[in-house]
């Protein structure tokens, strides 16, 4: 059974840093492209990073680019979002997902996420 | 960056009725185009990838279509487990970009 397991997510302080992970299971991990995606409060799904099966290559929404890192340990199996400078409007819930195949960007299993809160 | 809008943004129907969901996008996204299904307290749930290819385990009530700039997702007969939050996805282009979601309310 494919399983995603999120973790690390805490309050955290306006300009503070946290490192979120993803273990993976069930799958040929490093087969396949993964993404981060996040859900504020009251409001809809919104795509935040991903990267490809090998991790050579990282995209990232606007909103977050400067500020997070994506990467992966496909020895390990993890999926890490490592985030900097974090503001209020990054308060979310954040999900990993898994992708297709390599390559294909459309998301077939997804965690049970883990909760982000930037507050002072 | 690709703007995906879904309307309504809100769809009061009884169970038993049909549900005709749309995602119109800024630009043509050819069929790489996916939707969702996501529960309060859940994770989302794949329906269908490249628009119209259902996966797996989607009940046949779903059906997914369209291309280009304008897709559709129809439920043909609303069963209780279908009210949800639907959200379609595009991965034409950096960076990925989701519709504002449709809710599927109970009337």
């Known amino acids: 059974e494919v399983q995603l397991l999120e973790s690390g997510g805490d309050l955290v302080q306006p300009g503070g840093s946290l490192r979120l992970s993803c273990e993976a299971s069930?799958?040929?991990?490093?087969?396949?492209?993964m993404t981060w995606v996040r859900q504020a409060p009251g409001k809809g799904l919104e795509w935040v990073s991903g990267?490809?099966?090998?991790?050579?290559?990282?995209y990232y929404a606007d909103s977050v680019k400067g500020r997070f890192t994506m990467s992966r340990d496909n020895s390990k199996n993890t999926l890490f979002l490592h985030m900097n400078s974090l503001r209020a409007e990054d308060t979310a819930i954040y999900y990993c997902?898994?992708?297709?195949?390599?390559?294909?960007?459309?998301?077939?299993?997804w965690g049970q996420g883990t909760l982000v809160t930037v507050s002072s | 960056e690709i703007v995906l809008t879904q309307s309504p943004a809100t769809l009061s129907l009884s169970p038993g009725e049909s549900a005709t969901l749309s995602c119109r996008a800024s630009?043509?996204?050819?069929?790489?185009l996916a939707w969702y299904q996501h529960k309060p307290g859940q994770a989302p749930r794949l329906l269908f990838y490249?628009?119209?290819t259902t996966a797996t385990g989607i009940p046949a009530r779903f059906r997914g279509s369209g291309s280009g700039t304008d897709f559709t997702l129809t439920i043909s007969s609303l069963e209780p487990e279908d009210f949800a939050v639907y959200y379609c996805?595009?991965?034409?282009?950096?960076?990925?970009?989701f519709g504002g979601g449709t809710k599927v309310e109970v009337k």
């Open positions: 996805q595009q991965r034409s282009s950096w960076p990925l970009t």
């Open positions: 630009q043509s996204v050819s069929n790489y």
């Open positions: 990267i490809s099966a090998g991790g050579g290559s990282t």
């Open positions: 069930g799958f040929t991990f490093s087969s396949y492209c």
């Open positions: 490249d628009a119209s």
């Open positions: 997902a898994k992708g297709f195949d390599t390559s294909r960007y459309s998301f077939d299993c």
